[in-house]
């Protein structure tokens, strides 16, 4: 099946900060989404981008398929943003989702 | 408005015991998934049903059943062979594996199983 890496697998950063997350994967994709887990264990899907660009306020994601990695980028950070990111990915033709196992990002006043 | 609904939010169950956990969506979604979390780890798939009355088996399916007599329930039970079944179990659903570049998966908010 697809392997899915991300990386860091910890990141603390002073609120403000700007980040870099990054999600790996071992073939072709037809699925690829951004989560975000909050500390009550609520997945919140944040970009669905199997390809492209896409923004949302402080929040932009790439994803460049042909050579298999999608950045998430967040900009100014706030303490809301703590929590697990997670990259989902699926296979062409698959109902299955592959997990990356997540960074944790903590964001400190 | 739609979404996918999991009861209950906290489950305590003894040992032996088997339990059930519910998952609903009311988005017409064809699929549906059940996830395990365990604490500082990704999500692991249990089982997963592409249409009624049929379901296969994820990457850890020992110990777990499930059912799909509706497209809207996706139902989830924990029998006493799962031997370490203390975890975070979430449930997703999405339209198809193939549609329009905007579809994704739906997460519900979770239950959270402890065996006392």
């Known amino acids: 099946g697809i392997q899915v890496e991300q990386s860091p697998p910890d990141l603390i950063l002073q609120e403000g900060a700007n980040s870099t997350l990054r999600c790996n994967f071992s073939?072709?994709?037809?699925?690829l989404q951004w989560f975000h887990q909050n500390p009550w264990g609520q997945l919140i899907n944040l970009f669905y981008?199997?390809?492209g660009t896409k923004q949302n306020g402080r929040l932009s994601a790439t994803t460049v398929a042909t050579e298999r990695y999608s950045l998430l980028y967040i900009s100014s950070s706030q303490t809301t943003d703590s929590g697990v990111y997670f990259c989902v990915v699926s296979g062409a033709g698959s109902y299955q989702l592959t997990f990356g196992k997540g960074t944790k990002l903590s964001v400190i006043p | 408005d739609g979404g996918i609904t999991q009861s209950p939010k906290y489950l305590f169950r003894k040992e032996g015991q088997n339990v059930t956990l519910s998952c609903e969506q009311n988005l017409n979604h064809d699929a549906m998934y059940w996830y395990r979390q365990d604490p500082g780890q990704g999500l692991r798939l249990i089982y997963y049903s592409q249409i009624v009355n049929d379901f296969q088996k994820g990457d850890i399916a020992e110990g777990y059943s499930v059912s799909r007599e509706k497209k809207e329930s996706f139902p989830l039970t924990v029998t006493s062979a799962q031997k370490n079944p203390t975890a975070f179990y979430l449930c997703?659903?999405?339209?198809?594996?193939?549609?329009?570049?905007?579809?994704?998966?739906?997460f519900g908010s979770g239950t959270r199983l402890t065996v006392v």
């Open positions: 073939d072709s994709v037809n699925n």
């Open positions: 981008i199997p390809s």
């Open positions: 997703a659903s999405r339209l198809g594996a193939q549609g329009p570049p905007n579809y994704g998966y739906t």
